[in-house]
């Protein structure tokens, strides 16, 4: 059980560039996340999904796109990276919406020049 | 729209000392979930406490307790006899029941316990 796994731990992009950071949890968790951290900003929310096919838009959104096309996996697509996206991301993942608490994955920390 | 308010930034405390983490929150909600996080410097994130808005009662768990008032919208943390493992960034949390995937996120309290 490897519970929540990100996918690379460091990344450093160019300007305008795309990606995909990775997310996948086995623990056949309904709910997934995508947070940011920034110094002194705490997490905020990205986009979240409560389910295979169902996906929101959290508090910062733009210039990100998410899709759930299974249970386990919920990549975060950077369109055009631009330096603002330099952060700590971090997926998380909780069993349903009256679970006890989010098991968050380990980070990704992304550098955009 | 939900706010969570940890006006502390940075504490430092000589190991044993008691420290007490301050968390006030704001939400329209009627019901909510309040949580505490621990982020060590390898950088995870770990759940320390989820209290539900309808449940008053002080938690104690070893040295740690957290004290909710729902009257001042509060949900305190204090580390009893500091050790230098304390040592991390602490998070307060919030989100609407049946939510639990939308936290919302203070901008956390940098504690440093010093032997």
């Known amino acids: 059980n490897a519970g929540v796994t990100q996918t690379p731990k460091f990344q450093v992009l160019k300007t305008g560039q795309s990606m995909t950071l990775q997310c996948a949890q086995d623990?056949?968790?309904?709910?997934m996340s995508w947070y940011r951290q920034d110094p002194g900003m705490g997490l905020r929310l990205i986009h979240y999904?409560?389910?295979?096919?169902?996906?929101d838009q959290g508090e910062v959104p733009n210039g990100y796109n998410v899709s759930r096309s299974t249970t386990e996996d919920f990549p975060l697509r950077l369109l055009s990276a631009a330096p603002s996206q330099t952060s700590v991301y971090f997926c998380?993942?909780?069993?349903?919406?009256?679970?006890?608490?989010?098991?968050f994955g380990p980070g990704t920390r992304l550098t955009v020049t | 729209a939900q706010k969570v308010t940890q006006a502390q930034t940075e504490i430092s405390v000589v190991e044993k000392e008691d420290v007490t983490l301050d968390c006030v929150y704001e939400?329209?909600?009627?019901?909510?979930?309040l949580f505490w996080y621990k982020q060590p410097p390898s950088g995870e994130l770990v759940f320390l406490i989820r209290r539900n808005s309808f449940d008053e009662q002080n938690e104690i768990s070893g040295r740690y307790s957290w004290n909710f008032q729902k009257s001042t919208s509060s949900f305190n943390f204090t580390i009893t006899a500091s050790q230098v493992v304390d040592s991390a960034v602490y998070f307060c949390?919030?989100?609407?029941?049946?939510?639990?995937?939308?936290?919302?996120f203070g901008k956390g309290i940098t504690l440093s316990v010093r032997p």
């Open positions: 998380a993942s909780s069993r349903d919406r009256a679970s006890y608490e989010q098991y």
């Open positions: 949390a919030l989100s609407p029941t049946g939510a639990n995937s939308k936290l919302t």
């Open positions: 939400t329209r909600d009627t019901t909510y979930y």
């Open positions: 999904s409560v389910g295979a096919g169902i996906t």
């Open positions: 623990m056949n968790h309904e709910y």
